[in-house]
């Protein structure tokens, strides 16, 4: 359900931000270190630096809006 909304995101941001997706079955260190818990999170990065985190199902307009706020 997420895919979609993100492929959208990384279209209207191209240029400003880039989305990856991560298998965490296949990096298992990354969800500890990040205290994943949940699938899906979207994990949002400045600068090398965690901004914010979204878990679970959002409408595009709540990711939006969390994009934003972390590019200020």
Same mark, same amino acid.
């Given at each position: 359900?997420?895919?979609?909304?993100?492929?959208?995101?990384?279209?209207?941001?191209?240029?400003?931000?880039?989305?990856?997706?991560?298998? &965490?079955?296949?990096?298992?260190?990354?969800? $500890?270190?990040?205290?994943? !818990?949940?699938?899906?999170? %979207?994990?949002?990065?400045?600068?090398?630096?965690?901004?914010? &985190?979204?878990?679970?199902?959002?409408?595009? $307009?709540?990711?939006?809006? !969390?994009?934003?706020?972390? %590019?200020?």
């Amino acid at each position: 359900m997420v895919a979609p909304i993100v492929q959208e995101l990384s279209e209207e941001y191209s240029g400003k931000v880039n989305f990856f997706k991560m298998n &965490t079955d296949e990096n298992p260190t990354v969800p $500890s270190k990040f205290g994943i !818990r949940s699938i899906p999170s %979207l994990l949002i990065f400045k600068g090398g630096e965690l901004k914010g &985190t979204v878990v679970g199902f959002r409408p595009k $307009s709540d990711l939006k809006k !969390r994009i934003d706020e972390a %590019l200020v």
